[in-house]
């Protein structure tokens, strides 16, 4: 079974609208972390925001913030106000409990609409 | 603070050659992990190295090796180079066993 599942392949937003990515996760440890990280063109991963499985808040990170059902094991990425430099990969990784590997989803491309 | 670098940015060999990759952390940080990504299979965990031991592996055959220096810079090597062996390879690097884990901009390697 995939750790990490991502059902969008692709999105578009309008500019300055919110957008939601989806990712699901599949663990039985009580103890994980989940992340989601921008690709751009360029190659480069940009961590973006983290959530940890005992956090009892969402996560924030300015414009970023991960809505997290833990019962549905739901980790989505909610981007407010899209700006253009906003179009890129998204990928949604776990790392379960004290474990040292990262599960990567397949990513979401978004493409930010003027 | 410097970011994670690699080494070479862009590579290009043949099938049957062998290949090595070079990452250097951020500095201060110990553990070093390689992906690889794949426009088929996506982004997969290759191994993580902690205080030059490797401390966890991805299912990769034995032709995908790596080891670190006593500077936390890592190498990954791949011998008897495959078509499918063409990827972005990638290194993170992280503070101890911190969450935060940084990637560098990726070797391109495609085979021939």
């Known amino acids: 079974a995939q750790k990490i599942t991502q059902t969008q392949p692709g999105m578009f937003v309008q500019e300055k609208e919110a957008v939601t990515l989806d990712c699901t996760y599949d663990?039985?440890?009580?103890?994980?972390?989940l992340f989601w990280y921008k690709q751009p063109s360029s190659g480069e991963m940009i961590f973006l925001i983290y959530?940890?499985?005992?956090?009892?808040q969402n996560a924030t990170e300015g414009r970023y913030s991960l809505n997290f059902q833990k019962a549905r094991k739901s980790a989505n990425l909610v981007i407010s106000a899209s700006q253009l430099g906003d179009s890129a990969m998204y990928f949604c990784?776990?790392?379960?409990?004290?474990?040292?590997?990262?599960?990567f989803g397949t990513g979401t491309s978004l493409t930010v609409i003027p | 603070k410097a970011g994670v670098t690699q080494t070479p940015r862009y590579l290009i060999k043949t099938r049957g050659q062998q290949v090595t990759l070079s990452c250097s952390p951020i500095?201060?940080?110990?553990?070093v992990s390689w992906y690889q990504q794949t426009p088929g299979q996506g982004l997969q965990f290759l191994f993580e190295y902690f205080s030059e031991t490797q401390r966890n592996k991805g299912n990769f055959p034995g032709r995908f090796s790596g080891r670190q220096f006593s500077n936390s810079r890592s190498e990954m090597n791949v011998s008897t180079l495959e078509l499918g062996d063409s990827a972005l390879y990638l290194c993170?690097?992280?503070?101890?066993?911190?969450?935060?884990?940084?990637f560098g901009p990726g070797t391109r390697l495609t085979v021939t």
């Open positions: 500095s201060g940080h110990r553990s």
């Open positions: 663990t039985s440890d009580q103890s994980y972390g």
């Open positions: 990784a776990m790392r379960e409990g004290t474990g040292n590997q990262f599960y």
């Open positions: 993170a690097s992280r503070y101890w066993d911190s969450y935060e884990q940084y």
């Open positions: 959530q940890g499985s005992y956090d009892e």
